[in-house]
């Protein structure tokens, strides 16, 4: 077993954060899972509340935090586009101040930061597929630039107290990623899809359906995290993790709707702006320096994800 660390995850009720926190726990480390469950949710980690190892501060990234830790997570912020513009203000505090904060904590207390990037920091990308060295084309104006450029704002933080102040720091740039526990009304395509799907309603693909996605079981991208925060202390990133495979949504849209055996129609929504028309990560790094590549397709992790959002859908009627 590794060395036990005290390991501090924000945004740990939320999708991503409650599987890692539940990967950490069984790893045999000591987790605070820091939310202010304005996407997370209690129910998410409801199963890890008993667990010896494990605390939960309901607190916002946005105001210091002073806490002893070895290893920071830093996954507070909303994901889908409908939440994180709800109040876009408050989504480019999450990703500034919060990561001024957690960079603060870890230069106080020597812990290696680990930041929950995003392949948004591309934007609507004229490089394809993404590797890491690509800048991006990003509005800085636009419905989504809250996210995007907080996200690439947060990077230059870490670089800086990096360079500035030694913080030993891991840049992860995830790509679109799912798996159980997204909420039934998170708005991304994956989630939006299987509950239409799963209730026989009309499955809304936004534009054509001809835009791509690379989709990421989240066990695979939680391995990948993992094996970033224990690399060696050069390999900082900017690295990609996601599924290279690339699919349209309109494709995403007739698997779903042939594994669930559903009798939704598809209909045909407004693109929204600044939609990105394609993306698919170059995971070449990854590969090379993590030894890390995903292993589960995206038919298998679709299964998963479809039995859980029936089990849960089920319950609900
Ligand atoms: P999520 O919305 O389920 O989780 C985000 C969590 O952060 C929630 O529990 C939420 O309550 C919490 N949070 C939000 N603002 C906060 C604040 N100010 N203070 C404390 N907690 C706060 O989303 P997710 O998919 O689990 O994403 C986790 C992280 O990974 C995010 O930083 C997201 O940007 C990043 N990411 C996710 C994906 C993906 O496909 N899932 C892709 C790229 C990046
Ligand atoms: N900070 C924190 N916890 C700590 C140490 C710092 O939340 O354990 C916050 C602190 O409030 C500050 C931010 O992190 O606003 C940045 O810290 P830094 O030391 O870089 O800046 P300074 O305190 O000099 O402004
Ligand atoms: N999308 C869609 N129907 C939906 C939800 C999303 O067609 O019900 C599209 C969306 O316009 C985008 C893609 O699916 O082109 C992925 O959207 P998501 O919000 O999951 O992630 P992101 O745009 O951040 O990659």
């Known amino acids: 077993m590794n060395e036990r660390k005290r390991v501090l995850v924000t945004g740990g009720a939320g ?7 539940e990967r950490l726990l069984a790893d045999g480390h000591e987790v605070l899972c820091v939310d202010n469950y304005f996407t997370g949710s209690r129910e998410n980690i409801g199963h890890l509340l008993d667990h010896r190892n494990f605390e939960v501060l309901r607190h916002d990234v946005t105001f210091p935090l002073y806490v002893e830790v070895d290893e920071i997570y830093n996954l507070a912020c909303p994901a889908s586009p409908i939440h994180y513009q709800f109040d876009p203000v408050q989504t480019v505090k999450t990703s500034v101040h919060g990561a001024i904060n957690v960079l603060g904590l870890a230069k106080r207390t020597r812990a290696k930061v680990f930041q929950a990037s995003t392949s948004e920091v591309y934007g609507n990308p004229s490089v394809h597929p993404q590797p890491e060295s690509y800048w991006g084309n990003v509005n800085p104006t636009g419905p989504r630039a809250c996210y995007d450029e907080g996200k690439r704002c947060a990077e230059t933080l870490f670089f800086d107290y990096h360079r500035q102040y030694g913080v030993r720091i891991r840049v992860a740039r995830i790509f679109n990623t799912y798996g159980p526990r997204m909420h039934p009304q998170d708005g991304r395509v994956v989630s939006n899809f299987i ?3 799963l209730r026989n309603e ?4 936004y534009g054509e359906g001809t835009q791509t996605r690379s989709f990421c079981y989240v066990d695979d ?3 990948g995290f993992v094996r970033l925060m224990s690399a060696e202390d050069d390999v900082t990133g900017p690295i990609n993790f996601g599924n290279p495979g690339e699919f349209t949504v309109l494709e995403l849209a007739e698997l779903v709707i042939e594994m669930t055996g559903s009798k939704s129609r598809i209909t045909f929504k407004a693109l929204p702006q600044d939609d990105p028309l394609q993306r698919k990560p170059d995971i070449a ?3 090379e320096k993590l030894g890390w590549h995903p292993t589960i397709p995206l038919a298998e992790g679709l299964e998963k994800t479809i039995a859980y959002f029936d089990k849960r859908l089920h319950g609900m009627r």
């Open 285 to 287: 790094q990854a590969r």
């Open 202 to 205: 009309p499955v809304t693909i």
């Open 195 to 197: 509950v239409q799907a």
């Open 15 to 21: 999708f991503l954060g409650s599987f890692l926190c």
């Open 221 to 223: 991208l939680i391995e």
